[in-house]
């Protein structure tokens, strides 16, 4: 399983109410949520963003409440992987229970810019910038999170069971 596309760069503490704002979480569409995903950053997030685009950010990426809004904001936004320094518990957990694949890796968040193209093996943990031609060795996944996420989320791959 792999992941390939443009970086959208951040930097630390990129907090849940960031991600999206509380004022729309009135609702639990995920459509509704992707078209005010990281508006109050990045203004221009909803309008760039391609299906497979790649969110890049340092330290502690998604702090804050413990909302589900979030990784389903990013992952219906077209996102097809959060490469972070660190990630809050509780974002990391919510992102793999919706089938959200998230890589810790200091190394890449750090040496990877805005707009590069990146490639993530997500069997190996080999991130690729393909800009730059380098290489950086993230987490791999275990098989049973592989799946989860193959099946779009926790509640389906237990109905799948």
């Known amino acids: 399983m792999n992941a390939k596309g443009t970086v959208f760069k951040y930097g630390d503490n990129v907090d849940t109410d960031v991600i999206i704002p509380a004022r729309y979480l009135n609702s639990s569409d995920p459509e509704e949520l992707a078209g005010h995903c990281m508006e109050d950053i990045d ?3 909803v309008k760039k963003v391609k299906k497979g685009d790649i969110i890049v950010a340092a ?3 998604g702090c804050g409440s413990s909302r589900e809004h979030a990784p389903i904001a990013i992952k219906a936004a077209g996102v097809s992987c959060v490469i972070a320094e660190t990630f809050a518990r509780i ?3 919510n992102a793999i ?3 959200l694949p998230i890589v810790e890796c200091p190394e890449a968040s750090r040496g990877i810019s805005a707009g590069d193209q990146v490639e993530v093996n997500f069997d190996t ?3 690729t910038d393909l800009t730059k031609g380098t290489t950086f060795q993230g987490q791999a996944f275990p ?3 592989q799946k989860i996420i193959a099946s779009e989320g926790l509640i389906n791959y237990i109905n799948r069971q």
């Open 97 to 99: 229970n919706i089938g």
């Open 125 to 127: 943990g080999v991130i």
């Open 43 to 45: 203004g221009d997030f």
């Open 91 to 93: 974002f990391y957990r």
């Open 59 to 61: 330290k502690n990426f």
């Open 143 to 145: 098989e049973f999170m």
